[in-house]
């Protein structure tokens, strides 16, 4: 039997890489709110302009940009639930 746990003290720099973590989400979540402005723009130009392609570009990146901040929003909850759902 095997009874391995996270050491969370057991490398130099884990606090460090914690910060480091945090600072990616941070810039992640204020990409992706960037990301769904310009898709916004995009897909109201493309719509004023009786343009589908720009339209449909536009919709499609809105869809991501929500999809990506959710992501970034909820990995630790995400990690956590699957780390206990594997215990």
Not at 8 to 16: A, D, K, T, V
Not at 40 to 58: E, M, T
Request: charged share 5%; proline share 3%; net charge neutral.
């Amino acid at each position: 039997m095997i009874d391995i746990d996270p050491n969370s003290n057991g490398l130099p720099g884990i606090e460090q890489l914690r910060t480091i973590v945090g600072a990616v989400m941070t810039v992640g979540l204020i990409l992706s709110v960037l990301a769904l402005i310009v898709s916004a723009i995009v897909w109201a130009y493309g719509s004023n302009s009786s343009n589908p392609h720009l339209a449909g570009r536009g919709k499609l990146g809105v869809l991501i940009s929500c999809g990506a901040a959710v992501i970034c929003g909820a990995a630790v909850t995400l990690v956590n639930f699957f780390w206990n759902v594997g215990q």
